[in-house]
């Protein structure tokens, strides 16, 4: 099922940007979907944004709709997700998951603080 590698995770202040990275192997990337989902301590993991093999069709959460964009660039099998304007509501970890399979990277945590 290959494996994802994610980065970019830090600590940025509010309203701040921060663009984390999935690094995928072992499988077909341009024919996979791929979404990225969060989980803050005591939360259950929710979705944030999906991108389909098609890199025009994406899908986003409702608390990331006009602050995020995923995209994904299929020479480098790379997913992105760019964060902007970062809420006090969004530190979690960040998880790259490829849909349909049982395929997640190992996290990145995001600290939004003054």
């Known amino acids: 099922q290959g494996h994802l590698v994610e980065s970019g995770g830090g600590l940025v202040q509010p309203g701040g940007s921060l663009t984390l990275s999935c690094v995928a192997a072992?499988?077909?990337?341009?024919?996979?979907?791929f979404q990225w989902f969060r989980q803050a301590p005591g939360k259950e993991r929710e979705h944030v944004a999906t991108?389909?093999?098609?890199?025009?069709?994406?899908d986003y959460s409702d608390s990331a709709k006009g602050r995020f964009t995923i995209s994904r660039d299929n020479r480098k099998e790379t997913v992105y997700l760019q964060m902007t304007n970062l809420k006090p509501e969004d530190p979690a970890v960040y998880y790259c998951?490829?849909?349909?399979?049982?395929?997640w990277g190992q996290g990145t945590q995001v600290t939004v603080a003054s």
């Open positions: 998951h490829r849909m349909n399979y049982e395929t």
């Open positions: 991108i389909y093999s098609t890199h025009t069709l994406t």
């Open positions: 072992g499988f077909t990337f341009s024919g996979a979907a």
